[in-house]
Nanobody
Framework: QVHLVESGGGLVQAGGSLRLSCAASGRTFISYATGWFRQAPGKEREFVAAIRWSGISTYYADSVKGRFTISRDNAERTVYLQMNSLQPEDTAVYYC???????????????????WGQGTQVTVSS
């Protein structure tokens, strides 16, 4: 069983930064890709960023481009989301998700992912 655990969330003022971590346990393989999604109160879950296993290919939602950076450390089995210039509209529960196998992959869709973490709350005050 694969377990993903997010950490690093918290309360920050607008303009501040946070770094989220997604640590994987229970699997010996390197996932094909990992994504970050978020869900704000009363809204649907939305794509934030994703990264392939090599770390070379990354994908971002337009709303976070230039502010967020996704990276991974395969040796540590951890994926990071560095979030800078945070705004109140970034307030949400942030989830990481793993896609185990390669092949055709549309990184922006949550149904593409096989395993999900429990989420970490990010709150940005104005």
């Amino acid at each position: 069983q694969v377990h993903l655990v997010e950490s690093g969330g918290g309360l920050v003022q607008a303009g501040g930064s946070l770094r989220l971590s997604c640590a994987a346990s229970g699997r010996t393989f390197i996932s094909y890709a990992t994504g970050w999604f978020r869900q704000a109160p009363g809204k649907e879950r939305e794509f934030v960023a994703a990264i392939r296993w090599s770390g070379i290919s990354t994908y971002y939602a337009d709303s976070v481009k230039g502010r967020f950076t996704i990276s991974r450390d395969n040796a540590e089995r951890t994926v990071y989301l560095q979030m800078n210039s945070l705004q109140p509209e970034d307030t949400a529960v942030y989830y990481c998700a793993d896609k185990r196998y390669g092949g055709s992959w549309y990184p922006y869709a949550d149904e593409e992912y096989d395993y999900w973490g429990q989420g970490t709350q990010v709150t940005v005050s104005s």
